[in-house]
Structures are given as C-alpha cells and as structure tokens.
C-alpha cells in the first residue's frame, strides 16, 4: 500500500493547491532561465543571421549594436578592394520611437543594402522580402503591425509586404527592415521648418564669412540638403560588412583593414562576444542571481511546506511506529511527497509556460538543456527540502501516539 | 520457557528522573498472563497504569526487570533484547481510548496495513482484513474513512487492526471510553471473544466498573505498585 497516494488522495484539494503554488514558482524560476536564453539568443540573433565574416566599424567603437557608429559610404569600396573579400556591403542600423494608432511604438530599423540584400534570409511568416528599393517594409510580428499595413515613418508612407518571426534587437525591440536609403531617410528625418531655418543661417554666413567671398560658388551649395554637402556631409553607415572570399583567412584580411586610422574591424566570433561580454553580461549575472535566489527561496518554500505536512502527520507516524512500520516507510512516505510535489509543480510550471511565456515583452526561450538541469535541480531541491520533514518523522516517540 | 504464557513480566520498575526529582512510577510489577485470559488494570490517575502499559508494549522500556512475551525474553531493564519496533509489529496489538486509526486510510486499509507491514501480501492482507472486519460486525464500513465512523465502529476497526498480526498479547488503553455504557460492554464482549478465539492475552486499563465482570482476572495498581484481585466473573462463580 503506497502511503504517500493515500495520503495524498485523502488531501487531495489542499496538495492540488500547493502544487500548484510550487508549479507557479518554479514556472518564475524556468522562466527567468527563458529570459537569460532569449537575451542572449536576441543579442547575437542579428550577427548569426547577417551571416558577416568581418564587421567594418568606427574607429574605437563596438560597433552598431553597442553604441553610435558612423563610417562613410565610401568605405564599402575601400573594403572590396582589400585582397580576400568577397563582397562588402552596407549596414545601417537605428532604434526609433513612434506613436501608431495612439500607443507607442518602439522599433530597431535595419538598413537592406539594395538591391545586394532583398532580405531574403529573413525568417519570413507571412509576405514576402522587399521588392523594390523604397517604400516597403519587412517587421518583426512582436511589433503588432498587419501585413499589407501602410506606416508612416518621416515624411515617408511605407506598406509592410514581409512578417517574421523572432528578429529583436539586443534591446529585444521587434525590427523593421527596409532599405539603406530609407533607413537613412527615417534615421535623419528634418522637419521643414529645421531646413528653412538651416539654410536661412547658411544664407547669413555667407555675407559674414570671408570664405564664401573669396569662393563664391560655394553659395550655390547652400540650398542643397545638408547630407550632400561634401564638405560636412555626416558619416551615413553604421558598419560595413564583409564577406570573405572562399579560402582566405578572415583574420589576415581584418589584419589589413585594421591598419587603416579611421575603422575598427571585428570578427564575426568578435562581435558576438562583444555583445554577449559588453551588453548581455550584466542582465545575464542579473538574471542569474534573481534565478539562484529563486531556485532557494522554492527550495525553503518546500522545505516548509513539507514540514508542514509532516506536522500534520506527526499522529499518524507515530501510530504506524507503533504497530511496526520500519524507518523507510516513514522515510518513503514523506521521500515520495516530495517528489510528487517537486515532480508535478515541474510539469505544472512548463505547461503554465507554454501557455504564458509569449506573452511576456520579452522572448523567453527554453532549451531542452535547461529545462533537464531544472528538472534535475528540482529534483535535488524535491529530496533535500524532504530533509526537515524526515527529520521530524524520525524523531516522533511511537508513544506520541497515545496522547490526545 | 512457557509459551502458553502470553506475557509475564518480572520485578518491573521505572524511575523517572534523578535524585531529588526522581519519581517511581512503577515499582517490582510482576504479573503473568495466559493466552486467551483478559485481564483488567484498574487505578487512580497517576497510578502507574500507563507506564506498565507502556513498558510491556515495548514503547517506554522498564528501569529494571524482564519483561517476557510468548516465552521470549524481549527486554532486561531498558535493554533490547530483540528488535523492538518488528517485535511489536508481529507479536502485540494496541487499541486506545481514542481510536487511534489513521485517517488517510480506509476502515480496511488501517486493518490491512498492519500485515501488509509485517510482510503480508497485498491481496492476502487484504482478504484478511475484510474477514476481520467481517468478525466484528465493521464489513459494510469497509471503505469508510474513520471520520466517517461512530465511536464504537472505529473501536471495532481499531481491535481488527489490533488482531491483524495473530498477536500474543493485546494491549488496550480504556477502550470505552468514548463509548456509551451499551457499546462499552460490547467491545468488552469483543475482547472476551478475541483472547479466546485468538488465543491473545488481553490487558485492559479501564476506569469502568460496570465491565468488571467479562474479565478473567483484575489488577489493581496504587502509586507504582500492582497487586491482583479476584475478578467479578470468579466471584459470580
């Protein structure tokens, strides 16, 4: 006769409770783990994807994911010309907010370098990749925007022809993806009246300043948009990708491009360590001490509540020492609970999950890895939380027995 | 060794504490008791009653004596002799002034977990613990929960339990207690029935004298100290 069952079976509403209870609290614990993986899944999401070899950066910079980089567009023929590169392409890469229907909306834009990169290698759910090179968009379906639906970014209207599926950025803000020149476009976005203003002051500088009277036709430049003017044009791309050419040493062409004053260049193993290093580091030893404390604060929870049901069955061990129930199956009554409770409050909390985790802003995503080593934590935390409710049992007097 | 005696106890003493605290709660008790006699244990409060009960029950071990079940010496003072805990289990049943079952189990699971601990199958322990269930009149509150079980019902199931493991000796600690006078004399019948049908020596510690005349032979114990009587039913004779 299983005692633990009968038991369980006679307390049936209040064990069902209480699993559920230590089901709701490890469901916290696996998914802060969720939490951890999908940080990191989402930090090094768009390096895995892209699929570069080498990233072209501003000098001293970590590139585009970490922080402000700017290099010219010229650099992008810099880099081809560099022995060993296959391809080199553009890459713009921008975080912006805006309002859509009456709620903000927070996206991270990255630059397609038309017509090399349609987007083809995007995880596409619905829709298809960008097809000409202005006016469309491909969005991440966590930003909550329809297929076929018409946003207006800037100055600009854009149609969202492509969904996918899982594209965050390290910040896990959903993506858009559009070309370089829109993406430039939705990046340095002036307002008129900023231009007017602009060229109103140029105006005035030029009937002030020496330069314009010894260069006259430098005036004619003063009307042109301030991204085409030569001399104080900004730097537009974020970064410049390379792809290496079959057989050639990633590293020896980073050695050479890295001779120039003016770029950084990091591997592909380099930047997915800068990010997973610089940028997840902390939200992940974060993460971990909220998931360490966690998995002690279950275990005393446990280790409580199977006190406490020891206590409540403190009568009836006694009684069974009395006619004769050797030590293990007092041990195996209070050994099987536990396991029960930390078994089915495993399962409880991975079924709860399912259901619940996409939901969460944030992408929570279990490894089969990571749900073993819960299971397996919960399973020590299942026997050594028994430890205080056997040690307990083994100290009733079968005597115990015959008061009140 | 004289295996037709149930129980026989030797000079038993207990002293609890030491030196000015210490306090005798029992003193030289020597009795023996056949197979099939039912013997009565009568006392005030504080009269030792529960000590010898549990010294013999082997849960609270003597200070110094023997103390002898079926022949076999099981304890010399607070000395085991034999594994306590599987000694109980196979050779002495208990029934208390509360029922005492356990209320997770079943009327018939409390019978049957006593054998299924002392090694009995399932199935046979649980055919058995319906005969006995049967014996005592408890068949049909077979499957009931002891909260669903009157007073005497849970006694009844309780002296099953006790019966459970053909035992020497059948320790009862004022089994009718909780019961009115008509159901009190009822479960002193049982007893009566089952140390005859079972060949079980039965001690009964009871306060009450309207039972007196089922049993073979009464004791009285008086600050530590038993002398016997003769009992009722000899003196109706």
Redo the contacts between chains.
Sequence with gaps: ?N?AA??I???LGRFALTIFGIGMLLMIVMGMGGIYRGLVEDATLLVERIGADLWVVQRDTRGPFAEVSRVPKTLVYRVLAVPGVESAREFVFHTVQREHNGKPLRMSVLGLSWPLDKGEWLPLIAGRPLAQNHYEMVADKTLGLRLHERIKLGKETYTIVGITSGMASTAGDGMIFVTVWDSQAIQFDTPGEAMRLERAAREHRSRTEDIFLSQPILTEQLSRPTAELPAVASPELSAVVVRVAAGADPDVVAATIFTWADVSVFTKAGQEELLLKGMVDKSRRQLGMFRTLLTIIAAIIMALILYTLTLDKLH?IA????????NR?ILGLILQQAIVLGGVGYLIAYLVGQKLFPYFPRRVVLTNEDLLQLAAIVLGISVLSSFLGIWKAMRV???E??M? | MNENLAIETRELTKIYGSGHTEVVAMRDASVSIRRGQVVALLGPSGAGKSTFLTAVGLINPPTSGQILIGGVPVLDGPVALVNLRSFRRKHIGYVFQKSNLIPFLSARENVQIAMELNGVGPRQARHRALELLDELGVLERAENGPAMLSGGEQQRVAIARALANDPSVILADEPTAALDSHRGRQVMELFRGVAHEHGAGVIVVTHDQRTLEVFDTIYEMEDGLIRQRTSQLTLAQ
């Design positions: 006769m005692l009968k038991d079976q006679h307390n009836s009684l069974l020492k009395l006619i004769g129930a050797p199956t007097e079968p005597n027995s015959l009140g």
